[in-house]
T-cell receptor
């Protein structure tokens, strides 16, 4: 199993540009999570999906952020327009949702720098 | 949300046993306690999970008292490669959805 695959690993862009981060979850996992990590705020849950349906997006910071999961094997997190304060490492994680327990498998992350 | 509290940092010498305690006073009945390890420039990695009493695997042990208001991750005979941030995680359940919220974590530094 290749694990959770994220792309790009690194992205440097200028303020105002659109950024799209991609994630391929582990086959058979039915939950997908997007997290953001910064030194100041730690790991923050942005949004998660169950069976491709967004369940809770209360962690999405602003309308500039949007996430989609068109099928079980692909998800995107889009920032438009991007701002310097969006600079962070964005992690995607997937799991098989079971009652009472969740073991997340994380991808390697996408490091975003907005100049 | 069920909130977790951990020490910000810990230091240990190689070969010693390390115990990291996480407080979760508001844990829900059906919450499992899960611990993750994160190395620099990598995503968190699952270490161990438990519901009550004691769980042991090849990496660590997890001790959970009867009231489940805290849990202790035990790493036997740590090595330099165990230097990482360790997070305890709960699942908050409510209204058909749940949150998997990480706390600040404990930065463990293993000293030669």
């Amino acid at each position: 199993d290749a694990g959770v695959i994220q792309s790009p690993r690194h992205e440097v862009t200028e303020m105002g540009q659109e950024v799209t981060l991609r994630c391929k979850p582990i086959s058979g996992h039915n939950s997908l999570f997007w997290y953001r990590q910064t030194m100041m705020r730690g790991l923050e849950l942005l949004i998660y999906f169950n069976n491709n349906v967004p369940i809770d997006d209360s962690g999405m910071p602003e309308d500039r952020f949007s996430a989609k999961m068109p099928n079980a094997s692909f998800s995107t997190l889009k920032i438009q327009p991007s701002e310097p304060r969006d600079s962070a490492v964005y992690f995607c994680a997937s799991s098989r949702r079971e009652s009472g327990a969740n073991v997340l498998t994380f991808g390697a992350g996408s490091r975003l720098t907005v100049l | 949300l069920a909130k977790t509290t951990q020490p910000i940092s810990m230091d240990s010498y190689e070969g010693q046993e390390v115990n990291i305690t996480c407080s979760h006073n508001n844990i829900a009945t059906n919450d499992y306690i899960t611990w993750y390890q994160q190395f620099p420039s990598q995503g968190p990695r699952f270490i161990i999970q438990g519901y009550k009493t004691k769980v042991t695997n090849e990496v660590a042990s997890l001790f959970i008292p009867a009231d489940r208001k805290s849990s202790t991750l035990s790493l036997p005979r740590v090595s330099l490669s165990d230097t990482a941030v360790y997070y305890c995680l709960l699942r908050y359940s409510g209204a058909g959805s749940y949150q998997l919220t990480f706390g600040k974590g404990t930065k463990l530094s293993v000293i030669p």
